[in-house]
């Protein structure tokens, strides 16, 4: 494998460890002080191919063998190998972005004071919970992964547009409202506005994805650790364009996860209602209620 170190040495990674077994492994780049480097190797019959780079300058390289030792074409059958490595290289990048914001993430959750009312807040009709408002007005939600890590906020301005912190994970990650321990039942949906009315409603616990698809990954992380726990997506009916994300998001998400899907119907759509936060405030809780245990139990 002299000819791979030849070609690294050649494109300034200097000597990386050539393992081939498909993991990425971080290493310091010639020159460098930290492992800011990567690279993955792989092989088949007649063939290596290794991927490297380095995400202080998003320097990338792939480099080539033949077992008979030539590295001057590019083997065909290494196609796949290298479409892998570049994908967990991929995987890497996002995840070293992801930790690199949490700094900013746990800064504007600490700087921020506990949430008495907020003008969103008030619009919807529910409670504050937990939640903060920062020092510009922004209502903050946190978000969690399924171990309670917390890696993201989701800000919400008086005006309900809603944006995440820059560069912090999403994938995964919710706003948990009420108690998880030892539920038979969870639920799932997308908006904070959503799951505060839906919590205070059913009593039960509310995961709030707050995006349509991130249902299909919070979903699959409660699925993998709580296995026998009925999963519900009170799922937002978006019935006005083109494609229902809403109800299309949700059933990828019950048929992943073997959950069941709720879908608010509203007896009268002039104000284009979609969620059951919607439902609440036209039709009040019981209708809410209702529709819900109707879908899950029959009734």
Partial sequence: MSGLQEQLSDHG???????????LRRFVPEGGKNPTGWIACNENHDSIVCVAGDWRTDKKVTVFESKSGSHTTKPKANYD????????AAQHKIHTRNLDALESVHSVWNNATPCKTH??????????????????GNLVVPMFDINGKHWN???????????FSKGARVKGCFYPIGDLKNSETIFLCEGTATGLAVQSITGYPVLACLTASN????????????????????????QYGDNNTGKISAAAAAKETDGIVVLPRFKCT???????NDLYILEGRSAVNSQIVETIYGK
């Fill in 13 to 23: 990674f200097g000597t990386p460890p050539i393992i081939l077994d498909g993991v």
């Fill in 81 to 88: 190998v290298e479409r892998r490595a570049q994908k967990i």
């Fill in 119 to 136: 003008p969103y807040l008030i619009r919807k009709q529910v409670s504050s919970g937990n939640l903060r408002v920062d020092n510009y």
């Fill in 153 to 163: 906020n989701q800000r919400i301005n008086c005006h309900g547009s809603k944006f």
């Fill in 215 to 238: 249902l299909l990954h919070v979903g699959k992380a409660i699925r993998n650790k709580c296995p026998d726990t009925k999963i519900v997506i009170t799922a937002d009916n978006d």
């Fill in 270 to 276: 002039k104000t284009r209602p979609t969620d059951f």
